[in-house]
């Protein structure tokens, strides 16, 4: 540990990129790790470039054997266009197409070798890339194993490695036990088994606010993980501003609003002890929010004929006309496909020149689409929060719409982030949609609980506990404001 916290390497002469000094010193924080042989957590805030970090330690390894990345679909292309573009020197090459190609580009890999694939075919592929002895693999948008009992996260698990890095802006969305399946990758066994967390880290920092546990585990995690945000490393960075626009429903969609709510809670009371256990309540009464969360999007989500108008709609068409007007350039996210469509159908409707994206787009068309964004076709970009909230640059964009609120904030900063980050000149204004006095107030509300729970924890705060299915319906048990 002590040759290694000495050892300061030289950027590879290769590398085809400036780095900031705040990169620099990630690169050698990464390279350090891998002399040692520990793993590492890349946890740099969105859109500080932790992408040509990892590439400048991968060339730095390069020589000594093969590395794989795996990352989201969405981001696979980025990652090869950015390797060749960076690290020329690199032989990239995309793992795709019919099983026996892929399986043949396994065959006689060796130095300078940099293989890229998806989440989606490393799950299918394991047994095949399981015995490659990788010398370096990276797990990019890592929170993609946050859960460690899925086929996925026990997957990556397989991956042989001299060096395993995982890159991610948010290593816990939900809750501790995301931590726990990050570092079960890159260094096994330093938090103990996942029964072991929950009992000595996760019960005690989420349901008690134990000083001593949180200390402890900060303590074990500290020389892994390496954190910066945007505030703190940026100066150029243009200002960044955050507003809620309540929407006030109108009467008649005020009382559609109140008489799902009221049915949800008659039927949830009426049978409290079905014998199902706690987490089948706790679906229950996630069905019957979303569908309260639906109605606060557009009635139409719920009811398909003789729906009230959307307040919520009405505004947003107001606000786009006026951003227009003043010729700026508009991100708009839902975390709802469906609503995502009703609100397409509106600016079409308009004549207003948009782009499109969710999950059904295709790899190709979605590249496509992000490029000519970018080069000024098309005012709006509609995205679907889970599609499009990681892996793009939009810069053209210097406003970003959130239609309906996320449970969970780090989401949102995501897709927020893909106009506020290196590249962006122009100040950045997050507005959010938020039906005044329902469960999206609520939803907002319990925000300030979970806000930046990896940077609470990093800094010594509480961690908020997890809602289960009894504080669920309490919220259901608000009536409209």
Sequence with gaps: LEQAHAFTPDLPGTLQADLRPYQREGYEWLARLSQWGAGACLADDMGLGKTVQVLALLLHRAADGPALVVAPTSVVANWIDEARRFAPTLNVLAYGGPPLLRHELLAELGALDLVVTSYGLLQSD???????????????????????????????????????????????????IDLHSLFGFINPGLLGS?????????????????????????????????????????????????????????????????????????????????????????????????????ACCNPKLVRATEAPPSSKLAMFLEVLDELRENRHKVLVFSQFVSHLKLIEDSVRATGIPYQYLDGSTPAKARAERVAAFQAGEGDVFLISLKAGGTGLNLTAADYVIHMDPWWNPAVEDQASDRAHRIGQTRPVTIYRLVAKGTIEDQIVALHRHKKDLADRLLQEADAPARLNAEELLELLRQPID
């Design 126 to 176: 394991i047994d095949k890339l399981a015995e490659i002895a990788w010398h370096s693999a990276v797990l990019d948008e890592a929170q993609a194993i946050k859960n460690p009992v899925t086929k996925r996260a026990k997957a990556v698990r397989r991956l042989g490695a001299d060096f395993r890095l995982v890159t991610t802006g948010t290593p816990i969305q939900n809750n501790l």
């Design 194 to 294: 996942l029964e072991h967390f929950r009992r000595h880290f996760a019960a005690p920092i989420e349901r008690s606010g134990s000083t001593n546990a949180r200390g402890r585990l900060r303590r074990l995690i500290a020389p892994f993980l390496l954190r910066r945000l945007k505030t703190d490393v940026l100066d150029d960075l243009p200002e960044r501003t955050e507003i809620t626009l309540h929407v006030e429903m109108a009467p008649v969609e005020a009382a559609f609003y109140e008489a799902l709510r009221q049915r949800a809670v008659d039927d949830l009371e009426a049978a409290p002890g079905d014998g199902k256990g706690e987490g089948a309540r706790r679906l229950q009464v996630l069905a019957h929010l979303t569908r309260l969360r639906l």
